[in-house]
């Protein structure tokens, strides 16, 4: 018997069998393409002949394919369900928290420990210390599989038994970082406006953001606090930096629609009454 099955070699898949296999752990592995399978098998990985061997191969099942919609496709048959019952269950698929909350019910229809996750990272930064990977739902199934998940992120948080903590904070974290590329794209062209460096700047960002996370992290604080009344930048000041956003870009003669979107939220809030107050009274306009 393997120490883990993991099902779906794509990039994120393959990526998490090979760092299972570096860290000395027995692994069995299968997917729809066996040739996939064949550099991992080089390296000691078992190739399964079909889903219900792999999953019976092992006391932990790792699914990591592009979507539930497919999981269920793999997972949902009689056989792989008999193979199931009594072990555990880690879904690494990119879902939705509702979807985590359906996976979660059909595993705890076929006796099924469960345990749903979500990588914020990529492909290459699987294995590395400073990765993270979410998980969320039963207790004993991250216990059971703790040891196995360090191997492949050096930071490995339980959100807790709501299943759906996983996704939802993967979710928020997206958001995060899409909304700072969107903001880091526009950067770009205000740079390039001016003929300077784009990569240059790139690199300036890099070194800036443990002071940009701790800006974060205080207006995470006044949110959940609710408290807003002592500004340490207020609505109204940050309207008049968003302002010269559009400004510049009018004068460059470079797209606008990023600042524009966000003076639109900013005038919003202003208007509502919330110049005065913290930045993160933003969320107001939002709720």
Partial sequence: MSDVTVIGLGPMGAALAQ???R???RVTVWNRTAERAEPLVR????LAPNPASAVAASPVTIVCVANYKISYSVMDTPEVAA???GRVLVQLSTGTPQEARDNAAWALERE???LDGAIPATPPQIGRPETTIFTSGSTSAYEKSEALLKSLAGNVPYLGEKVSAASTTDLAFLSTLFGSMMGFFHAARIIESDGLRVDEFGSMISSLSPAMGEMIKYEGDMIHADTFEQPQSS???CLVTVKMFVEQARDAGINAEFPTFALG???KAVDSGYGNEELGALIKVLR
């Avoid at 390296?43 to 078992?46: D, L, N, S, W």
């Fill in 19 to 21: 760092a299972l296999l």
């Fill in 23 to 25: 860290n000395g752990h």
């Fill in 43 to 46: 390296e000691g990985a078992i």
């Fill in 83 to 85: 193979a199931l019952a």
């Fill in 112 to 114: 099924v420990d469960y």
């Fill in 235 to 237: 609505l109204n000041t």
């Fill in 265 to 267: 939220l900013f005038q």
